[in-house]
T-cell receptor, first 114, second 114 residues
Framework: DQQVKQNSPSLSVQEGRISILNCDYT??????FLWYKKYPAEGPTFLIS?????DKNEDGRFTVFLNKSAKHLSLHIVPSQPGDSAVYFC?????????????FGKGTRLSVIA | DGGITQSPKYLFRKEGQNVTLSCEQN?????MYWYRQDPGQGLRLIYY???????QKGDIAEGYSVSREKKESFPLTVTSAQKNPTAFYLC?????????????FGAGTRLSVL
């Protein structure tokens, strides 16, 4: 039973346009959400996160939106650049769970076309 | 500089052979994790350790073993019981005691069967 779902395996976007990556979750006990970016044959790198007490967090070209009632979050990248082409993983953490592992989605492959 | 080092980058296993993947971190993190990535499967948790001399099974622990004798090191052994070991293996670490848990990843080890 997947608790964190990324329903789009892939996404293609023109350079300069907005990329929107979506993530849904089922467990209402998740209270912290993260996005990771992964290039082939490399480890994922942390990109941006959001706490459940917020509905938006912004860092440069990257913005994450959280809709708790819909159990949905999204990552917006604007403007998209060719170097953004990678696999993006959504991850979630249980409230007050100490250092138990993050729960990851299966990832969305973003291709930014020049 | 601080980080997580995985070695080797590429590893080949013969039938019936046990192989050990190394993971070392100098971030002074208490918790360490092992994940396996297969195409289209995202990151699946094998084992994790929240403290020295203690570890827990993840979702796909069968055919794997770990040890955590030192804070800095969390080696993963892929035993002959793991019938489909070909995958990309990722090690991660994180602090304990924080409500927000960002996991930092190594560069990965690609294991193939000869």
């Amino acid at each position: 039973d997947q608790q964190v779902k990324q329903n789009s395996p892939s996404l293609s976007v023109q350079e300069g346009r907005i990329s929107i990556l979506n993530c849904d979750y089922t467990n209402s006990m998740f209270d912290y959400f993260l996005w990771y970016k992964k290039y082939p044959a490399e480890g994922p790198t942390f990109l941006i996160s959001i706490s459940s007490i917020k509905d938006k967090n912004e860092d440069g070209r990257f913005t994450v939106f959280l809709n708790k009632s819909a159990k949905h979050l999204s990552l917006h990248i604007v403007p998209s650049q060719p170097g953004d082409s990678a696999v993006y993983f959504c991850a979630a953490k249980l409230r007050n769970s100490g250092n138990t592992p993050l729960v990851f989605g299966k990832g969305t492959r973003l291709s930014v076309i020049a | 500089d601080g980080g997580i080092t995985q070695s080797p980058k590429y590893l080949f296993r013969k039938e019936g052979q046990n192989v050990t993947l190394s993971c070392e971190q100098n971030l002074n993190h208490d918790a360490m994790y092992w994940y396996r990535q297969d195409p289209g499967q995202g990151l699946r948790l094998i084992y994790y350790s929240q403290i020295v001399n203690d570890f827990q099974k993840g979702d796909i622990a069968e055919g794997y073993s770990v040890s955590r004798e030192k804070k800095e090191s969390f080696p993963l052994t892929v035993t002959s019981a793991q019938k489909n070991p070909t995958a990309f293996y990722l090690c991660a670490s994180s602090h304990t005691g924080l409500a927000k848990n960002i996991q930092y990843f190594g560069a990965g080890t690609r294991l193939s069967v000869l």
